[in-house]
DNA sequence: TACAATACTGTATGTCACACAGTATAATTA
DNA sequence: TAATTATACTGTGTGACATACAGTATTGTA
């Protein structure tokens, strides 16, 4: 729709902390990257593989992420979960990202009938 | 609540692009940066001068916002308001900031009850 | 047997929030 | 009337992150 370079970029700063939500909140139960990949895809969610992988590192060398290597099946998997950490932060940006959206809804809301 | 500096980094992340919109939002009627920082304030949009200002001067250079000094009053202010760009731009955002909350409340909903 | 899909790692770049530092005037208060 | 606080900005640096680009290696399929 937009080929615009500055709108995507806006578009892109606006999705920056809401994948990171995401990807926690499907690592409940360990997924390797590329099925999250996949999952997200699957629920609307853009996100690339080069976007995800580095994020999947960081996470985990934040502490937010246990990982570990499936090499029983055919290929090698890196699997991530949530650490104990991750758990707790998880529910507090889960709890920041809805009182955000709740502000961020009533400016924007006043504006759009006025 | 939280004093985790890991926490309070994600948060910001979570900000990062919502505080463009809002700042957008606000300027269809020309403001300056200070008035601004108080309007945002009282609607619960936390927003520090250090990180409104320059927003605002890169806005301005990237064409989405026009400005102009008032010396008329006691003190100089310098008055930002949407461009036409600004304004096309803002209702491409606004949709695309709408479709991302849905995609993202839709994933983080089915997430809750399991 | 070539090609696409799978499943990663590593490095570089540009943008942004925010910190820190500074300038200067007006209004308030002691 | 002197000190302090609020107002109203500019400028520069840092660290985090999304994404680009490049590369490795295996498996399944046409």
């Known amino acids: 729709m937009k080929d615009n370079l500055l709108f995507t970029s806006l578009v892109s700063e606006l999705k920056r902390g809401n994948l990171t939500l995401c990807v926690l909140s499907q690592l409940k139960t360990p997924q390797y990257g590329y099925s999250l990949l996949q999952t997200l895809s699957e629920q609307h969610i853009e996100i690339e593989a080069n976007t995800l992988y ?3 590192r960081r996470l985990e060398s ?4 246990d990982s570990s290597w499936d ?3 055919s290929r090698p998997r890196k699997f991530y979960s949530l650490s104990t950490q991750g ?3 998880f529910i507090d940006l889960l709890k920041a990202w809805k009182e955000q959206n709740k502000q961020t809804a ?8 006025a």
């Open 54 to 56: 580095p994020m999947l």
């Open 62 to 65: 934040q502490g937010l992420l």
């Open 71 to 73: 090499t029983t099946e």
């Open 87 to 89: 758990q707790t932060l």
């Open 106 to 113: 009533l400016l924007l809301g006043e504006e759009s009938h």
